[in-house]
Nanobody
Framework: QVQLVESGGDWVQPGGSLRLSCIVS????????MGWYRQAPGKERELVAR???????GYATSVNGRFTISRDYAKNMMYLQMNSLKPEDTGVYYC??????????????WGQGTQVTVSS
């Protein structure tokens, strides 16, 4: 059974940093493209960052240069380092793994989400 569990969400002031973690159980970690999504109140879920099996990465324009996605194969972990946080980064952040239907597909592998709040 595949499970994704996020952690690391918190309240932080603008300009601060957080690191989100996602631990993956099951055999998918080494073979699947993975990503971080976020959903702000009243808005649709959006892709923040993605990382392929080979380690190539991609970022939403709004976070490029501030966020870094990475994965640790030895620990079955994926991370999102978030720096220079802005209030518009507030939302629930979800860990996602491609189940063969494309990254972000509703029937893919999803974690339960972790709340990030950026405010003064």
């Amino acid at each position: 059974q595949v499970q994704l569990v996020e952690s690391g969400g918190d309240w932080v002031q603008p300009g601060g940093s957080l690191r989100l973690s996602c631990i993956v159980s099951g055999s998918i970690f080494s073979t699947n493209t993975m990503g971080w999504y976020r959903q702000a109140p009243g808005k649709e879920r959006e892709l923040v960052a993605r990382i392929s099996r080979s380690g190539s990465t991609g970022y939403a324009t709004s976070v490029n240069g501030r966020f870094t996605i990475s994965r640790d194969y030895a620990k079955n972990m994926m991370y999102l380092q978030m720096n220079s946080l802005k209030p518009e980064d507030t939302g629930v952040y979800y860990c996602n793994a491609d189940k063969g239907y494309g990254l972000g597909a509703p029937n893919g592998y999803w974690g339960q989400g972790t709340q990030v709040t950026v405010s003064s």
